[in-house]
């Protein structure tokens, strides 16, 4: 079946310019997770929906970040008024359930955001 | 706080020998413990995980990795090395008692494999 899939693959952006990023979960997936991954580095967590709500969204590193998502589909990631150190590649993933188990955590493609 | 290592930036080995990458983490209680590999330009693929029982676990692509409680590891490993097994290795944690089952990273490992 389909993955998960993640929009736009790049995007170059102007300092101070806002930035969607979306994110489309495998279809039945109720969690969704975003991370992001500066170069050369690991993954830091950003935000968990459980379907449409977030009850943990302890990575956003600013109130320049916020995400939504419709009901247990699409995500979009938003950055207002980016900044250099911004740049990096945002990896959405997803996963059957977020509330129990070991759930395997999907990861999409990412969106690598460059900003100048 | 809650933390994987990666102690190698870089691991080199020649095909047909075993390789190791180290992972060790610091979580409170008994973690689920993971490992994906990223393929340069492309998302991050699953490889395996412990969720309890035997403390070797078997993957993907010949892959396994061992838990071990005392030393707080979790070892990828695999018998014979190939030269496509080349790419970066992330080890990942999940606390248990996180409801929303936030994955902690280590900072990666890249294996390259030579002929």
């Known amino acids: 079946g389909a993955g998960v899939s993640q929009s736009p693959s790049n995007k170059v952006t102007e300092k101070g310019k806002d930035v969607e990023l979306r994110c489309d979960p495998i279809?039945?997936?109720?969690?969704l997770y975003w991370y992001r991954q500066r170069l050369g580095q690991g993954l830091e967590f950003l935000i968990y929906?459980?379907?449409?709500?977030?009850?943990?969204k302890s990575g956003l590193p600013s109130d320049r970040f916020s995400a939504e998502r419709t009901g247990e589909s699409v995500s979009t990631l938003t950055i207002q008024r980016t900044q250099q150190e911004d740049s990096a590649v945002y990896l959405c993933?997803?996963?059957?359930?977020?509330?129990?188990?070991?759930?395997?955590?999907?990861f999409g493609p990412g969106t690598r955001l460059t900003v100048l | 706080a809650q933390s994987v290592a990666q102690p190698e930036d870089q691991v080199n080995v020649a095909e047909g020998n075993p390789l190791t990458v180290k992972c060790t983490y610091s979580?409170?209680?008994?973690?689920?413990l993971f490992w994906y590999v990223q393929y340069p330009n492309r998302g991050l693929q699953f490889l395996l995980k412990?969720?309890?029982?035997?403390?070797l676990v078997k993957g993907s692509y010949g892959f396994e990795a061992e838990f071990n409680k005392s030393q707080t590891s979790f070892h990828l490993k695999k018998p014979s090395a190939l030269v496509s097994d080349s790419a970066l290795y992330f080890c990942?944690?999940?606390?248990?008692?996180?409801?929303?089952?936030?994955?902690?990273f280590g900072q990666g490992t890249e294996l390259s494999v030579k002929p």
């Open positions: 929906f459980q379907g449409n709500s977030a009850p943990d």
């Open positions: 979580v409170s209680g008994n973690p689920y």
């Open positions: 412990y969720i309890t029982g035997d403390n």
């Open positions: 993933a997803s996963s059957p359930r977020g509330l129990a188990g070991a759930d395997t955590q999907y």
């Open positions: 279809s039945g997936h109720t969690a």
């Open positions: 990942a944690v999940r606390d248990r008692t996180n409801q929303g089952g936030k994955l902690i």
